[in-house]
């Protein structure tokens, strides 16, 4: 099984950027959907995006279209999930999540492995 370690968080001015990672150790994402979702304080663990390994399918959220990018690479065997335009309402842990799947899945409730979360905070 896939696991999964998260990096690229930090503490952001609203209107800058970040990029996260999200490395598969010991395998690849070959046949795996993977998802970014995020959690704030006292609020539900919600989607981000999700993309299919080989970059055949992708989705994100309302909230974050046209700011944030996901992409794979698998020859790096790592996930990106580039984010610009920050806002504050975007603070959260960001985790990222992966799951052997022929569709793309985009609820949190389907993904089986996770990584331990990043921080990312914006600052108004």
């Known amino acids: 099984q896939v696991q999964l370690v998260e990096s690229g968080g930090g503490v952001v001015q609203a209107g800058g950027s970040l990029r996260l990672s999200c490395a598969a150790s010991?395998?690849?994402?070959?046949?795996?959907?993977v998802g970014w979702f995020r959690q704030a304080p006292g609020k539900e663990r919600e989607f981000v995006a999700a993309i299919r390994w080989n970059n055949s399918n992708r989705d994100d959220a309302d909230s974050v279209k046209g700011r944030f990018t996901i992409s794979v690479d698998n020859a790096k065997n790592t996930v990106y999930l580039q984010m610009i335009s920050l806002k504050p309402e975007d603070t959260a842990v960001y985790y990222c999540a992966a799951r052997y799947s022929p569709i793309l899945l985009t609820r949190w409730r389907e993904y089986a492995t996770w990584g331990q979360g990043t921080q990312v905070t914006v600052s108004s």
């Open positions: 010991e395998r690849s994402f070959t046949s795996y959907s």
